[in-house]
């Protein structure tokens, strides 16, 4: 009898976390796009996501544990004197964390002063390179100084040194991350882009999250007006569907700095 509840028991486990480790595809469509756009982000997307998947590209995140209603909100191109400011301020009023991956050579003057209200604030303040290069067209050593340059300015302005980056555009090859690798960070993709890039409606960009949404989602969003004014619908529609947002670092179960 111990036995049969002992082999019951490791089946229950098996059952209960065996699609936790599972690696999305990205998702995030609209009726608002036009058939060279989805082309093209349909192909990018499968470039990008197949080796991951197939083990090829190591330490890639592109999504978190499948078995939780658990999401994140990650924001990118940070930071800048007006939208910033305003997602800061939407996130406080829905008590929701978030992680901003910031663009060094942009961390000056009074944007500094945002830099820092992020920090303050709790949440993530990321490497998203020093002045937003496609990575895949730089050598080894201006791969290097775009991340380290950019980590460095962080970690002048909020003490802390992020060992996680995302590239710009999402562009990687074996070449920047086995760059970034050796610099000892990690590549952090998404699982839901919000289209808030393209799509000029804040309606279309709440309906496209809601409509692809799954456990575990990287969501990905920018400071731009279209984010600003699409993000308290993102976060009212998926808390309403039941989903708790969590930081990136708290979601993923990793250290967000060195």
Do not use: C
């Not at 920047?176 to 279309?204: C, E, F, H, I, R």
């Not at 456990?215 to 279209?226: A, K, Q, S, V």
């Amino acid at each position: 009898m111990t036995k049969l509840f002992l082999i019951l028991t490791f089946l229950f486990h098996t059952a209960l976390f065996a699609d936790t480790d599972i690696i999305y595809d990205i998702r995030g469509y609209s009726p608002q796009l036009d058939a060279n756009m989805t082309q093209f982000l349909d192909k990018w997307r499968i470039n990008t996501v197949t080796p991951v998947q197939a083990g090829h590209y190591k330490n890639v995140i592109v999504n978190a544990n499948t078995s939780r209603k658990n999401v994140t909100l990650t924001f990118d191109d940070a930071p800048d004197e007006n939208n910033t400011y305003k997602l800061l301020d939407i996130l406080k009023s829905h008590h929701v964390k978030a992680a901003f991956f910031m663009i060094g050579g942009t961390m000056a003057d009074s944007n500094i002063t945002v830099v820092k209200r992020a920090n303050d604030e709790g949440h993530l303040v990321l490497n998203h390179t020093f002045n937003h290069p496609r990575l895949t067209d730089l050598d080894e050593n201006n791969i290097t100084y775009q991340l380290s340059l950019a980590a460095a300015r962080i970690e002048t302005i909020t003490g802390h040194y992020p060992i996680l980056y995302r590239p710009p555009y999402g562009s990687i090859n074996a070449r920047v991350l086995n760059t970034v690798n050796d610099q000892g960070m990690t590549t952090v993709l998404w699982s839901l882009d919000s289209l808030d890039w393209t799509l000029k409606d804040p309606n279309a960009v709440v309906e496209n999250v809601a409509d692809n949404v799954r456990n575990g989602d990287i969501i990905l969003m920018h400071r731009n007006p279209t984010s600003v004014a699409a993000l308290p619908g993102v976060i009212e529609k998926l808390m309403e569907m039941g989903y708790t947002f969590l930081r990136l670092d708290e979601l993923l179960g990793i250290k967000p700095y060195r």
